[in-house]
C-alpha cells in the first residue's frame, strides 16, 4: 500500500510507500499501516496487487488518535478484506 496526503489535490507527498497490507488463512494478517501525523485535506491509497491475485476489499477506516501526554495525533488506515 501507497500512501500519499496533499493539501490541494493536486500537489502530492509520499508518506508511505511498499507497505504491505495482507490477509492469509491460518490467520496471519496485517491489515494496517500507520503514518505521521498532519493534517491532509486529502489522503490518496494506492493498493498494488499487480503480482497476485486481486484482494477484495469491502472497506477501508481512517483511525486518528491524539496522544494526551504530548498533544500529538497518529493516523492509522485499517482495511477490511
Not at 501507497?2 to 507497505?19: K, M, N, P, Y
Not at 498532519?38 to 488518535?65: G, M
Amino acid at each position: 500500500m501507497q500512501v500519499e496526503g496533499s493539501h490541494d489535490g493536486a500537489q502530492w507527498r509520499e508518506l508511505i510507500t511498499d507497505e504491505p497490507i495482507f490477509k492469509m488463512s491460518g490467520g496471519v494478517e496485517n491489515l494496517g499501516v500507520s503514518f505521521p501525523a498532519e493534517f491532509w485535506e486529502f489522503l490518496c491509497l494506492t493498493i498494488d496487487d499487480s503480482r497476485t491475485a486481486a484482494v477484495p476489499f469491502a472497506a477501508v477506516q481512517l483511525q486518528v488518535a491524539e496522544n494526551k501526554s504530548t498533544g500529538r495525533t497518529s493516523s492509522d488506515i485499517n482495511s477490511v478484506a
